[in-house]
């Protein structure tokens, strides 16, 4: 393609929220358009590097023996209420209505139309295993959207629903997926590690996210040096501090003017913050959105609250609960905010960390305005509804395998796969008849790659303070020929001696034959980061130029035939 003849718009100002480098370059470059908050559109070089990435994925998928078909992003509200997440998913879920009032959404994702597909048409054994998967436009009306791609309220996601006769083809049929995903990032370019993830809204019992290592990655992950653990802070288990064997002490309340928080408290009264129970209080909501219960979670003075494991425990959507008014609790619990403490609470559901019962003597709020008591013994003084791991595994705590101190890395979440099991089948009733005749639940799994997601973040893990530099695999080029003095003839003919080659060896190249300076041309080679470039200058009329990768600084002079040559290697051996 010739530049001149090409719609190319780079922009030398991005607008301030472009805050993260994929943001601002993918803006600059011109490859994609803001039309709303989170609603993007792509333009000819982003939308050539969207190809490429889905390209990847169509490939490894139909090697793993996926079956792609499409289907629309327009999903009736029926099968959604049958899974029972037209109120799970909550207020992501982009919902509309027809002009009769009929219920719809666009579709976040598509397990219950995959699903109601696979009941239709599966009713033997025979037809087991299948995987059906497509790339498609997804919704969802994110609270935050934000970074560009990252998180955009619609986006390109491939996803891949298997069904299988039980779980041990379910087993088989993940780890084809995942080995799938591996050659797929692998391929797209990234440095990334698959980590344990929750299952969150979508259900099921396993996962794994394959995370891009990134600074701006909204994910974080814990993993171990020493062995293979490697989970989402979300997901990771973290390990109860050692029973203690100290005597329990009498009940002592203390007067602590003021001391709202653990840090306050701990120094006012000279004691470690391992010796002391933090309080965090909580109202959830029901499915028409009314307010439930209130809850009061306790872990241990020094820890932090993992959330995501809160609301497990709670078996409640992630959008079904909040930080509870205190006033409004105190009135109905008996609680009060900075001093609460399990003791005396009432009609409020008491979570408590799985560590606490082991530990003698803490101090805790005592429900009384500038009162703390010492040495609470679980058992003795309280107990709660519910005792489970709550607490966030943090950087330097013991691996909850074997034990080493655990590091903590952020990253981008480009894919996720789940063994769903028959969370949908049971929900909607997808079975098929085995050997014997016998009704069976189909066993799923599903697996997603955030395609626009993928392309952010190549462009976070591949750029330099000049503009993105592209793995030849997702290149919207792999070469482009800047031609110096476009008025040349000389020059001219040579430029477009190696543009014909190249394309004849089915290399896709550029020609920049614009009537712009050197200095621009260079200036948006490098920006739009394609791989090679060849510069047709001064020298032409002896048959030398200048080549030069994107990723290396040094230019090598040579001639025409050898520049050719090493563009069509490296382009064969990348792509
Ligand atoms: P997140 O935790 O980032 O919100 P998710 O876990 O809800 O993502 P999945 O339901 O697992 O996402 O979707 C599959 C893939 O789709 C994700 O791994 C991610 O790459 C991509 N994706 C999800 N939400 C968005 C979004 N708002 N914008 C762009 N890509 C997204
Ligand atoms: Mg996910």
């Known amino acids: 393609m010739k530049l001149s ?10 607008p301030a929220e472009a805050e993260i480098p994929s943001h601002i370059l993918l803006l600059r470059t011109g490859m994609i358009r803001k039309l709303a908050s989170g609603i993007y559109g792509f333009m000819p070089f ?61 579709g976040p994702t598509h397990e219950e139309i995959f699903t109601d597909i696979v009941r239709n048409d599966v009713s033997s054994y025979r037809q087991l295993p299948m995987n059906l998967y497509q790339i498609q436009t997804k919704y969802r009306d994110e609270a935050r959207p934000r970074f560009g791609l990252m998180r955009s309220r619609e986006f390109i996601m491939k996803d891949a629903y298997s069904f299988d006769r039980d779980f041990e083809g379910l087993d088989k049929s993940y780890d084809e997926m995942y080995k799938a995903y591996e050659k797929i990032f692998t391929r797209c370019g990234l440095t990334f590690r698959p980590v344990e993830a929750d299952t969150g809204a979508i259900g099921g019992s396993n996962s794994h996210e394959f995370t891009a290592l990134s600074e701006v990655g909204e994910s974080e992950i814990a993993y171990c040096e020493k062995c293979s653990m490697a989970a989402t802070t979300e997901r990771a288990e973290c390990v109860d501090a050692a ?119 803490l101090c805790v709020g005592a429900n009384k305005e500038n009162y703390h008591i010492k040495n609470m013994n679980y058992g003795r003084d309280y107990e709660g509804d519910i005792v489970t791991d709550l607490k966030l595994l943090k950087e330097g705590d013991p691996c909850p395998v074997c034990g080493a101190p655990v590091k903590h890395a952020r990253g981008i979440e480009v894919g996720q796969v789940f063994k769903l099991g028959t969370k949908y089948s049971e929900s909607m009733n997808a079975i098929y008849k085995d050997e014997n005749q016998k009704d069976r639940l189909i066993v799923m799994g599903c697996y997603g790659i955030g395609v626009t997601r993928t392309l952010s973040a190549i462009v976070e893990q591949h750029h330099d303070e000049n503009g993105i530099i592209w793995p030849m695999s997702v290149a919207p080029y792999h070469v482009i020929i800047t031609l110096v003095k476009p008025g040349d003839e000389e020059q001219a003919a040579v430029a477009e001696k190696i543009y014909d080659e190249l394309m004849r060896e089915g290399v896709e190249v550029l020609l ?64």
């Open 5 to 14: 003849k090409m719609h190319i718009k780079t922009l030398r100002e991005v």
């Open 512 to 575: 920049d034959d614009r009537n712009e300076r050197p200095g621009v041309k260079f200036k948006d080679a490098d920006l739009l980061g394609i791989p090679v470039r060849i510069t047709v200058g001064k020298r032409a009329p002896e048959g030398i130029v200048e080549y030069k990768l994107r990723r290396d600084n040094d230019k090598e002079e040579k001639t025409v035939e050898e520049a050719i040559k090493a563009a069509v290697e490296i382009v064969k051996a990348e792509k």
């Open 243 to 361: 029973a203690e064997t100290e005597s329990m002490l009498a009940l002592e309340e203390v007067n602590t003017p003021g001391t709202k928080t653990i840090d306050e408290v701990a120094a006012f009264l000279g004691l470690d913050k391992t010796k002391t129970i933090k309080a965090l209080l909580f109202v959830t909501y029901d499915d028409e959105g009314k307010e439930k219960e209130y809850v009061a979670a306790f872990v241990r003075g020094d820890r932090e609250l993992n959330m995501t494991k809160l609301i497990n425990a709670l078996n409640i959507p992630e959008h079904a609960i909040e930080f509870a008014d205190e006033e409004k609790m105190a009135a109905a619990t008996g609680c009060v905010g900075g001093f609460t403490g399990p003791m005396g609470l009432h009609d409020c559901k008491i979570v408590v960390d799985s560590e606490l019962p082991g530990l003698r003597n």
């Open 46 to 106: 982003g939308w050539r590097s969207v190809r490429k990435i889905e390209d990847i994925i169509r490939q490894e998928m139909d090697a793993a023996g996926g079956q792609e078909i499409h289907m629309s992003a327009i999903q009736p509200a029926e099968l959604w209420q049958e899974s029972g997440r037209w109120f799970a998913y909550g207020p992501e879920l982009w919902r509309v209505k027809d002009r009769g009032g009929r219920d719809f959404c666009l």
